[in-house]
Each structure stands twice: as C-alpha cells, then as structure tokens.
C-alpha cells in the first residue's frame, strides 16, 4: 500500500465553501487530493484576531464551532470518513477512503472559557493553534497587530489564562500548535507541556529570517522535548522577496528548509505541510494535485520509503499518538 501521506493545514473558504468532493477553484479538495496521492487533510477552523471584548469571543467561537461542524459533514461514506484519532485515520487509508480531519486555529474563539477546549475535541477537532497574527488573551503573537493596539508582546510569552488553556489541552487530549506565537511564547509552551508539541506551518528562520519561522533554539527545543516541526509551502517563509518584489520558492526550496531541520533536529522530529488555501503554494507544489513532486524531490535527495513515511504522516501521528496517551 503506498504510504500515508498527511497535510497537516489547510484552510477552507468561508463562508459559503464550495462543494469539496468536485473540481473547485481552491488549492485542495477530492479530486486534486487523489491526483496528487494524498490520503488525508486537516482541514482548519480559523478565525483572524479581532476584538477581545464579549461580543467578539462570542463571534470567534460561534464561527469555529460553524466550521468543524461543516468539515466533519465533508466525510461522506462513499469516498471519505472524518477521523479524530490516529488509529481511525490508519483505518481510512487501509480502506482507501479519503481522511478529513479539523483544527481550530486561532485560541481567540475560546475568548476567556476554557470549557471551549473540551468542546471543541468533542467535535473532533485535534489540535488548537494558540494565536494567529496579533496577540490574544492566551499568548503573544510572532506578529503583532498595531491596528489592533498590540505593542511588541503583551504577556511576555503565555498569558495566565495560557498558561491554563496548555493545561487543559494536555488533559482532553487536543495537540497544542504553536505555529504564530511569539518566540517566548512558544519556548515556554514547550516546556510547560505534559506533551510533546507541534508546529504545524512553518519553515527554518537559519534559511530565511521571517518572524513565522522557528531559529535553531526553537527546534532544538522541540527535540528536546519530542515535539514536532512542520516545514510548510509559503513562499516567505522559505525564501527572502527581493526589493519590490514578492518571495518566490519552489519544491527544492522547500526541500531545502526539510533537510536543514532534519540536519539539525534529526528526522523523528520534522514533518511536510502546505498551508493550500491560507497563502501556501510553491513552484511544483501549487495544489494538491502536484503533492507526488514533493515525493520525488525528496527520493531525488536519497530519501527512502521509511524516511519519506515518516515525513509525511509518521512522526505527525507519534505526537499525535503521545497527545492521546498523556491526557486524562
């Protein structure tokens, strides 16, 4: 059977998202998904950071909890099954069926309830990525938002109610994502975890400095601790845009940025994603449908079947796996 082959964030249109089983005009759905041998998609609830008042939290989660209620409906008997543990998801490529999974991005919809986090596992959803561009009442962002009042970093790192939310994570079994926060932040997530952790889009900032990209201390903190990096498709995460111009990458480039964290942080603790449809795309990688480029790029570099399995769902789904085993 060929080889579990995960991406682990890719959003969605909303609202009115088009019917994912037929050709459409976004980066991802069933038919580019089979074209390109991918067998299964977290497919993201993201929110993007606005009032931190009643009224906006309650917008947030309302629009989240929208949102995994329509990813988990894109499961149909035929061709797909929604998959909320790993062994459901190995269960759904044994039987050739398509794996479509969730997350929540942006810990803003939990506004100040922590209950939000066991609700949202209940719906399926199998991790939360703890910030987005600006900061929230969790963490700081590695992107702060000025229009919406935010300084260089607000918490210096978590917030209390972070620092709580990571708790409560831990204990229902959602896999905390620390793509988008500030680098205390994630430092400090990493190490207050029960869990290993993940970073799901991201690429190496040793390669291209871009405030969304993990430097070596941040990966060496992830092996340290078992967590994983997922090294994703945005061209500017992966190489610097010329003056007046905007960033350009290709599959080697970003095969470029695989091998430094493997290099570095060794090959357990690195993983592929292409954020397809919230700004990721590359030269050879442009949808779903060419996924197998990225394949060939990495057996071109002297990748085996073992190595590339794990790139590809393997080590996602250790975490995965660790998350699961450590809540209670």
Request: charged content about 20%; some cysteine; glycine content about 10%.
């Amino acid at each position: 059977m060929s080889p579990l082959i995960l991406d682990t964030h890719v959003d969605i249109r909303w609202p009115e998202p088009p019917d994912w089983r037929g050709e459409t005009a976004q980066c991802v759905d069933a038919p580019k998904m089979r074209a390109g041998g991918v067998s299964a998609t977290v497919f993201i609830a993201y929110v993007p950071q606005g009032p931190r008042d009643h009224a906006g939290h309650n917008a947030a989660a309302a629009r989240a909890e929208a949102m995994l209620r329509h990813i988990s409906a894109r499961a149909e008997r035929e061709q797909a099954r929604f998959c909320a543990t790993p062994d459901a998801l190995e269960a759904a490529h044994g039987a050739r069926l398509l794996g479509v999974l969730s997350a929540v991005e942006n810990g803003y919809a939990m506004g100040r309830d922590l209950g939000r986090i066991a609700h949202w596992r209940e719906l399926g959803a199998i991790y939360l990525t703890l910030t987005h561009d600006g900061h929230n009442d969790l963490a700081d962002s590695a992107r702060p938002k000025p229009k919406l009042g935010d300084g260089a970093e607000e918490h210096g790192g978590l917030s209390p109610l972070g620092r709580a939310a990571l708790a409560e994570m831990n204990r229902v079994g959602l896999m905390a994502d620390l793509s988008h926060v500030s680098k205390k932040g994630m430092l400090e997530a990493v190490q207050r975890s029960r869990v290993p952790v993940a970073v799901t889009h991201t690429a190496c900032a040793a390669l291209c400095q871009h405030p969304r990209n993990l430097d070596d201390e941040q990966l060496d903190a992830l092996r340290a601790h078992g967590g994983i990096a997922q090294i994703t498709a945005v061209p500017s995460f992966l190489h610097a845009a010329p003056p007046n111009g905007a960033a350009q990458a290709d599959v080697a480039r970003l095969v470029d940025h695989v091998e430094h964290a493997v290099r570095r942080i060794g090959l357990d603790h690195v993983g592929i994603s292409s954020d397809f449809d919230g700004g990721g795309g590359v030269h050879g990688w442009s949808d779903a449908g060419q996924t197998d480029n990225v394949t060939a790029e990495l057996q071109r570099r002297g990748y085996g079947e073992r190595e590339i399995a794990l790139l590809w769902s393997g080590n996602f789904l250790r975490v995965w796996r660790q998350v699961l085993r450590g809540a209670g």
